[in-house]
């Protein structure tokens, strides 16, 4: 996160800020669409030079300019390429163009060597993120910071994306360059407001387990499963759901720790009652499951008695000349009759 604000104060150029390249507070996001065709009044547009130009999204005056021989390859003096500059202001016609002469629809650049699709990922902007893949950029790329498309979605909580990458394809267990997955990810530092303000079911956290992700999955470094991680950080709705969904108590991580153990190191009480409570509940289930079992074990016996005697008759009587397999398939049932016994 630090490292994305860094680029971005960087890449940060003239006075409208949303024209520059500036990760959006979450709020503003939908005045962005609005904010983008918003032009100079008085500026020349002709003394635009070809970064300006993308930026504000003048398309008359980039192809003059690269007409008259600029190279769309070619970086600014920020390693930043137009594409970049155009993915990041949600310019699209510009994008087809600079595609349709030459750029690279995957190059790195900025200081977190991001492609141009991990710009428009970041700054939400779906229709340029449906544009890229059209044009064969790769989701799955990973920046400097490790993270691909999917995690960087998942970061600055754009669900519409995170949606259409899976739904064009993308593991929701994708990993990242630590073995992090996008629950992982989601647990760990997505901590904001945003679903209290608003609902719950825009949590990144909640929204991704309607994917059906792995919830026993462990990162490569601590062994963290989703709920380690959302305990790490103190993430009460992130574990509040990971429970619902049915996260292991048991795991533990690298340490040795399982979650409890964790949230005890971390003192935590909130979590901590959360979990205790949780175990509590699952206890009692199995108790109850028990209790039924050990209730009708009478039942269970002549049952399982009766479809024992059953299967050594099917299995006598099989219209098959071979004792081999008769004597195989008794030995089988005798097999799972002891361990039943038990």
């Given amino acids: 996160m630090e490292g994305a604000a860094r680029e971005c104060k960087n890449h940060s150029h003239g006075p409208l800020r949303h024209h520059g390249h500036s990760w959006p507070n979450m709020y503003e996001d939908k005045d962005l669409l609005k904010e983008q065709d918003v032009l100079p009044l008085v500026e020349d547009y002709n003394s635009f030079d070809i970064v300006k130009a993308t930026q504000y999204g ?88 490790g993270y691909s498309s999917l995690h960087l979605a998942v970061l600055f909580q754009h669900m519409p994306i995170i949606a259409y990458l899976i739904a064009k394809g993308q593991n929701v267990d994708t990993t990242d360059r630590n073995g992090q997955t996008p629950l992982m990810l989601s647990a760990h530092k997505v901590i ?64 040795g720790q399982r979650p409890l153990d964790l949230a005890h190191q971390n003192k935590n009480r909130l979590i901590i009652h959360l979990l205790s409570e949780e175990e509590k509940t699952r206890a009692r289930r199995t108790s109850r499951f028990l209790r039924i079992l050990e209730k009708n074990e009478f039942l269970l016996l002549v049952v399982s008695s009766l479809v024992l005697i059953w299967a050594i008759g099917y299995v006598v009587d099989l219209n098959s000349d071979s004792w081999l397999l008769k004597g195989s398939l008794l030995i089988f049932l005798s097999i799972i009759l002891s361990v039943f016994a038990r």
């Fill in 58 to 145: 003048i398309l008359e005056r980039c192809q003059e300019l690269v007409e008259a021989g600029y190279d769309v390859r070619q970086p600014d003096r920020e390693n930043v390429t137009l594409l970049h500059w155009a993915a990041i202001n949600n310019r699209l016609d510009l994008v087809k163009y600079f595609i349709s002469k030459g750029a690279v629809v995957d190059q790195l650049g900025g200081d977190l060597n991001s492609t141009p699709l991990h710009w428009a990922v970041r700054q939400g902007h779906l229709s340029m993120v449906i544009l890229l893949l059209k044009f064969g950029a790769d989701p799955t790329l990973i920046d400097g910071e």
């Fill in 192 to 255: 904001g407001m945003l679903h209290i303000l608003f609902s719950s079911r825009l949590e990144p956290t909640r929204f991704l387990l309607k994917f059906n992700p792995s919830i026993k999955a462990v990162d490569n470094i601590e062994k963290n499963t989703a709920l380690h991680w959302a305990i790490t950080s103190g993430n009460v709705s992130a574990v509040d759901v990971l429970l619902e969904a049915g996260s292991s108590l048991d795991i533990q991580n690298v340490k």
